[in-house]
């Protein structure tokens, strides 16, 4: 092995990542080569030092930062709009619920119905309609 592949080498070396084979080698070619140890002792000093440096502390308001970027996404926008629009669906249903109820509580005055369901739901809202009305002209 020659010194340019023993160097393309070194790192890996360094880091313990070489199989025993090509580990093999590159020490073989250390034992006779005062060139190539020197670069890798300069490779283990450098290693020591990044090493010996402490990962930087993370800002406090890294969290907060991320969450609100989180937020902005339009690919998490999306599902959330999903939602949104399903429970938009979800209380027009209600709502229409709440009609035909009304409807058929108080009768066609309040909201017209089809014709085939309004003789249905209108056969015992008569009276109903008739208190209502006179409730809310103040007679009863
Ligand atoms: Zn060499």
Redesign the pocket.
């Known amino acids: 092995m020659n010194?340019s592949k023993?160097r393309r080498l070194l790192s890996s070396y360094a880091d313990g990542e070489l199989d025993s084979r090509a580990r093999d080698a590159v020490e073989l070619?250390l034992a006779g080569?005062a060139?190539?140890r020197n670069e890798l002792a300069e490779l283990q000093a450098d290693s020591n030092l990044l090493q010996a440096e402490p990962a930087p502390e993370p800002s406090p308001f890294l969290a907060g930062r991320v969450l609100a970027a989180v937020k902005r996404a339009p690919a998490v926008k999306r599902p959330s709009g999903l939602v949104a629009a399903v429970l938009t669906g979800a209380v027009a249903a209600v709502l229409v619920a709440v009609g035909l109820w009304l409807g058929t509580t108080l009768g066609k005055g309040v909201i017209s119905q089809p014709s085939g369901l309004e003789s249905l739901l209108t056969v015992n809202a008569e009276p109903t309609l008739g208190s209502y009305y006179s409730s809310l002209l103040g007679g009863e």
Request: with cysteine.
């Open positions: 010194c023993v070619h080569c060139e190539c």
